[in-house]
C-alpha cells in the first residue's frame, strides 16, 4: 500500500473509530426505557427526521450499484428515487397524519389495530425475514468499495465486512434509534458533500455536462427508456407500487418518522427527504454516464470505487470513501434499529404469556446484535448474487407487496376485513418470495414460462399488486365488514388537540413546499 491509499485508509478509520464513538454517546440517555430507544423519546423536528430518512434511504448500495446501472442506462436509473421521493410526500399527505395520531409505536400496530393481531404478526415475520436477508448486501457493497478504493485483495472481503459491522453494530444496538438518527444527521452532509465532490471532478473530466449530452444524450440523458432496457418506461408503474410500501409503511424508513414531537414536523420531515432525492442526479446518474466516457466497458458494482480512486486526489478520496461508508452505516443501522423493535414490540408481545417491557428491551438489543452478526458472516456470500441493486429491489419489492397492498387499501377502503387481510398476507408473502427464488436461481428458472422470465421485474409487479389486492378484497367481501373499533384508527385525533402548524407563517405551510415539490419533479421529467 503506497502513502496516498495509507492516508486515505487512515481518514476512513478515523472516521469509523469517531462516529462510533459519538453514536454511543449521543444515545446514552434514551436507552434505558422503550419509548427512548425504539423512538428517541418523540423528539425529534422536521430537519432532523428529513435528513436522517435521506441518509437512510441512500445507501452504499446505491452507491455502488446505482452507479453501474447508470453506466449502462443513465438517467433513467433513477427513476426509483424520483419517483420514491413523490411517495414519500404522498405519504407525508396521506398516512403520516393518521400515525401521529395514532400515537404508533410501530408500524405494524396499524394492521393490528386496522385488521387483528395475526396481521400485525405476519407482517412482522415477514420484516423479519426480509431484513434477515438484506443485513448482508449493505456489508458486501461496503467491503467491496473499500477493497476497490484500496486495490486489496478480494481475500479480504470477510475482514471489511466485519470492520463495517462491528462499527455499525456498537452504536445501533446501544444507543438506539437516538444513536442512529444523530449520526444520518452528520453523515448525510459526509455522503453529499463527497458524492457532489466525485460529480463535479468527474464531468471536468469527462469535459462536461454538454459534452456528455452530445455524446451520450440519446441513450443516457432520458428518464423513460424503451423496453429492453434495464429499466424501461413500463416499469415505471411498478416502481411506483414498490415505492408506496416504502414510503407508506416501511419500519425502517417511517421509524424515525414515529419520533416526530409532533404532527407538523413528522410532515415536513417526510416533505423534506423527498426535496433531497432530486440530488440523486448528481450522487449517482452523474458519475455512471461520466463512467460511460471514462471506462466503456462495464465494470459493474465496482464503477463508484473505481472513479473515486481514479479521479480524486489522496486525503479527498479518503473523505469520499468515509461518505460512501456513512451511506452504509446510516442505511444498515436504521434496518437494525427496526428489526429489533419489530421483534421486541411487535413479536415478543404476541408469543409471551405476560410480556415484560424491561425484558423487552433486552430482547430488542439481543436481536440487533445477533442480525448483525449474522450479515458480517453471510456477506462474502452475496458476490455470488449478480447485480447486487437489482436483487434487493426484486426482493423488497415482491416479498412485502402485501403489505402494502394492505395499508394502502386499508387507508382509503372501509369495506376490507382482518380475513382479506389475512388471505393476502399469508399467501402473497409466499407467491412474492416464490417468484423471487424462481427468477433469481438458474436451476429453478426452467419451470416458469420464459416469456415470463424474460419480463422486468417491475413490468410484474403491477399484476402482483392486483392479485394481492384481489385477495384482499375478495375474501372481505366474502365475510363480516370490520367493526367501528377496527375503523376508528382512521379517524384517530391526537389526545393534545394539537398539530405542531398552528400559527406559522405561510412559507412554513406544508401545502405550499408540497405544491412546489409536484411542480419541479413535473418539469424534471419534461426536461428530460
Not at 9 to 17: A, I
Not at 284 to 300: H, N, Q, R, T
Amino acid at each position: 500500500m503506497n502513502s496516498d491509499q495509507t492516508l486515505d485508509l487512515t481518514l476512513v478509520l478515523l472516521y469509523l473509530v469517531g462516529i462510533t464513538g459519538y453514536g454511543i454517546w449521543a444515545g446514552r440517555k434514551e436507552s434505558s426505557t422503550t419509548e427512548g430507544y425504539f423512538l428517541g423519546g418523540r423528539k425529534f423536528g422536521w430537519f432532523v427526521v428529513g435528513a436522517s430518512l435521506f441518509a437512510t434511504n441512500m445507501s452504499i448500495t446505491q452507491f455502488m450499484s446505482a452507479g453501474g446501472l447508470a453506466h449502462e442506462i443513465g438517467l433513467a436509473s433513477i427513476n426509483n428515487d424520483l419517483i420514491g421521493g413523490l411517495l414519500l410526500a404522498v405519504s407525508a399527505m396521506c398516512f403520516v397524519p393518521i400515525y401521529i395520531r395514532s400515537r404508533l409505536f410501530t408500524m405494524p400496530e396499524f394492521l393490528e389495530r386496522r385488521y387483528s393481531k395475526g396481521a400485525r404478526q405476519i407482517f412482522g415475520w415477514v420484516y423479519l425475514v426480509q431484513s434477515i436477508l438484506q443485513q448482508p448486501s449493505g456489508y458486501f457493497i461496503g467491503g467491496l468499495a473499500i477493497l476497490g478504493l484500496f486495490d486489496l485483495s478480494p481475500d479480504l472481503l470477510p475482514i471489511a465486512c466485519i470492520i463495517i459491522g462491528v462499527t455499525v453494530g456498537s452504536y445501533a444496538v446501544i444507543g438506539g434509534l437516538t444513536s442512529v438518527v444523530k449520526t444520518d444527521v452528520i453523515q448525510v452532509f459526509l455522503l453529499i458533500g463527497g458524492g457532489l465532490a466525485v460529480s463535479f471532478i468527474g464531468l471536468n473530466k469527462a469535459g462536461g455536462w454538454s459534452a456528455l449530452a452530445g455524446e451520450f444524450g440519446a441513450t443516457h440523458f432520458e428518464l423513460l427508456l424503451p423496453r429492453g432496457t434495464a429499466m424501461p418506461w413500463t416499469a415505471t408503474l411498478g416502481i411506483a407500487l414498490h415505492s408506496c410500501y416504502f414510503a407508506f409503511c416501511s419500519i425502517h424508513i417511517l421509524q424515525r418518522v414515529l419520533g416526530a414531537k409532533d404532527e407538523y414536523n413528522a410532515r415536513m420531515g417526510m416533505l423534506f427527504s423527498g426535496w433531497l432525492k432530486f440530488l440523486a442526479i448528481p450522487l449517482f446518474a452523474i458519475p455512471g454516464i461520466v463512467a460511460m466516457k471514462l471506462y466503456p466497458e462495464s465494470l459493474g458494482d465496482a464503477t463508484y470505487a473505481m472513479l473515486v480512486r481514479d479521479l480524486l486526489p489522496a486525503g479527498l478520496s479518503g473523505i469520499v470513501l468515509a461518505g460512501m461508508i456513512a451511506a452504509l452505516m446510516s442505511s444498515a443501522d436504521s434496518n437494525v434499529n427496526a428489526m429489533s423493535s419489530v421483534v421486541a414490540m411487535d413479536i415478543y408481545p404476541t408469543v409471551a404469556k405476560k410480556p415484560n417491557q424491561a425484558f423487552a428491551l433486552k430482547l430488542g438489543k439481543w436481536a440487533s446484535a445477533s442480525i448483525v452478526a449474522f450479515g458480517v458472516l453471510v456477506a462474502p456470500y452475496y458476490q455470488h448474487l449478480g447485480g447486487i441493486y437489482l436483487f434487493i429491489l426484486r426482493l423488497g419489492g415482491f416479498l412485502l407487496m402485501p403489505v402494502g397492498v394492505c395499508f394502502i387499501l386499508g387507508r382509503f377502503s372501509r369495506r376490507v376485513n382482518q380475513h382479506g387481510a389475512f388471505a393476502c398476507l399469508g399467501l402473497g408473502s409466499l407467491l412474492g418470495l416464490a417468484y423471487v427464488l424462481f427468477t433469481s436461481m438458474p436451476p429453478l428458472k426452467p419451470f416458469l414460462p420464459e416469456w415470463f422470465v424474460a419480463m422486468h421485474f417491475y413490468e410484474v409487479l403491477p399484476f402482483f399488486f392486483l392479485l394481492n389486492g384481489a385477495m384482499l378484497f375478495g375474501v372481505s367481501w366474502l365475510t363480516a365488514p370490520p367493526t367501528a373499533e377496527q375503523l376508528s384508527v382512521l379517524t384517530a385525533v391526537d389526545p393534545s388537540g394539537r398539530t405542531g402548524a398552528e400559527g406559522r407563517p405561510v412559507w412554513q405551510s406544508f401545502d405550499l413546499w408540497f405544491g412546489l415539490f409536484c411542480g419541479a419533479l413535473g418539469l424534471t421529467y419534461i426536461a428530460f
